[in-house]
């Protein structure tokens, strides 16, 4: 059964992380719930969407990584005594990238502290709520976020070195630990400081499974003979400035949803945003782990020139990952619609539960908006799998679509929503995934699919 459904363990670890992420979701919704005030609860998904300003600087960086080092790897492999043998060329390559890509990341840390932790300042000063202190915790929560991606690429080649496996195990013990401080630190009262927490434990997760765990295999790595190196005009800059620019408009398109709310309509609705928007992450998520587990296959392929096997297991986890977005989603929008009808809780009446209906639909969104953004993110989805697929060639054709998509989307969401509240920037968020971006990428990959199928056919005649 597991087979049938395209189950291997990178893919059922990273299922794992997504169900407990589900999982754990409605505990920690329902501790922000009933431990946070709903204006404090607004900060916390604020803080949220502003800490995601790590894409301005990044610049899709890893995108190009994860491809590259699964290109070189194909020519690679490592051995029961953990020796890296192989093409010494490939070798040499994918040193020289991680040396690059932590210079990079090391300059993107510092900035993002700097850059990112004084306009999150400015902007929550700016609609301060009295009685809330949120200013240390900011503070710290910039640093313990910005500190992490001076070795975030080293996360990234292990990945493209196909060791999915012990990635996605990391991230499950990982995530485990996440969850548990988070909600320790709710129910001791430590409040916006639970958001330090979290990004606490995840530096040092992180810090330990690099530089202990795996730091055997990165001084192997780095010890390559001399050879050939990514030259960044050439083998990174063709793909990254695409990238780039669609990595700094994406944040309007999908981060912007909390802090347009807390700027026109206060903390509380900011905070019923925040919350569906991260439960609506969440279930994306969960879907993405069938297809964004393959991605270094993806590129060994390529590299292998096996574009019929390519394809084969591109639509087949699709299709999967599509049906899975699709079915939690619908339980998401029924679950909602529920909470609404206090008949259908009859059975936690004379509980200590009884009152959690009514608490979780005053801290959500309505079911309209719920709807509406839950219908784009699965049409989102599929748009995004192919994106994946066409990216495994080192290429990407997408750069004026997304930025459009990502300009428009912002523009609706900002015009919409400060008007309308959620139910306007739903409504301009689908109405652009719907008419401008799924159409616009599937005619682009089978635009991008049928030449590669031609190339396909005229190499076999010819051989």
């Known amino acids: 059964m597991l087979n049938r459904l395209e189950v291997d363990r990178a893919v059922f670890f990273a299922i794992a992380i997504r169900v407990w992420q589900f999982l754990a979701g409605p505990v920690t919704l329902l501790l922000i719930a009933g431990y946070f005030r709903p204006e404090v609860q607004g900060y916390y998904y604020t803080f949220g969407s502003l800490l995601a300003l790590q894409s301005f600087l990044e610049l899709g960086l890893s995108i190009v990584i994860l491809n590259l080092a699964s290109h070189e790897w194909s020519h690679l492999r490592q051995e029961a005594d953990g020796r890296l043998t192989g093409n010494p060329e490939a070798h040499s390559r994918l040193a020289s990238l991680l040396r690059f890509a932590s210079r990079w990341y090391s300059v993107v840390g510092l900035l993002y502290i700097l850059l990112v932790g004084t306009a999150g300042w400015m902007f929550l000063a700016r609609d301060a709520t009295a009685g809330i202190a949120w200013r ?199 679950f909602v619609w529920g909470l609404h009808l206090a008949d259908g809780w009859m059975i936690l009446q004379g509980t200590p539960l009884a009152r959690l209906p009514a608490l979780l639909s005053q801290r959500m969104l309505p079911l309209g908006p719920t709807v509406l953004f839950t219908i784009g993110i699965v049409l989102y989805h599929l748009a995004w799998c192919e994106t994946m697929y066409v990216r495994a060639h080192r290429e990407e054709p997408f750069l004026r679509l997304s930025v459009l998509f990502c300009v428009l989307t912002g523009g609706l969401v900002w015009g919409l929503g400060s008007r309308f509240g959620p139910i306007g920037s739903a409504g301009g968020y689908l109405l652009v995934i719907a008419v401008l971006f799924v159409p616009g990428v599937h005619l682009i990959w089978r635009r991008y699919h049928h030449a590669r199928q031609s190339v396909q056919q005229k190499s076999v005649q010819r051989s």
């Open 136 to 334: 240390w915790p900011w503070v710290c929560a910039t640093i313990a976020t910005g500190l992490p991606l001076c070795w975030f690429p080293r996360l990234t080649i292990l990945e493209g070195c196909n060791q999915v496996v012990a990635v996605n195990r990391f991230r499950f013990g990982q995530a485990l630990l996440g969850n548990g401080f988070v909600w320790l630190a709710i129910v001791s009262g430590a409040g916006l400081w639970a958001m330090v927490a979290s990004a606490v434990t995840r530096a040092a997760c992180e810090f330990l499974f690099l530089f202990l765990r795996n730091r055997r295999f990165f001084r192997r790595l780095q010890a390559a003979p001399p050879g050939s190196a990514v030259d960044w005009r050439n083998d990174i800059w063709p793909l990254q400035s695409r990238l780039a620019v669609q990595s700094v408009f994406s944040y309007f398109a999908f981060s912007l949803f909390t802090p347009v709310m807390f700027a026109y309509h206060g903390a509380v609705v900011a905070g019923q945003m925040g919350m569906t928007w991260t439960v609506l992450n969440a279930i994306q998520a969960i879907a993405l782990a069938w297809v964004q587990t393959r991605a270094p296959r993806f590129g060994m392929l390529v590299a292998q020139q096996q574009f019929a096997e390519l394809h084969r297991v591109f639509w087949r986890v699709t299709w999967i990952s599509w049906g899975v977005i699709l079915t939690v989603g619908t339980a998401f929008c029924l």
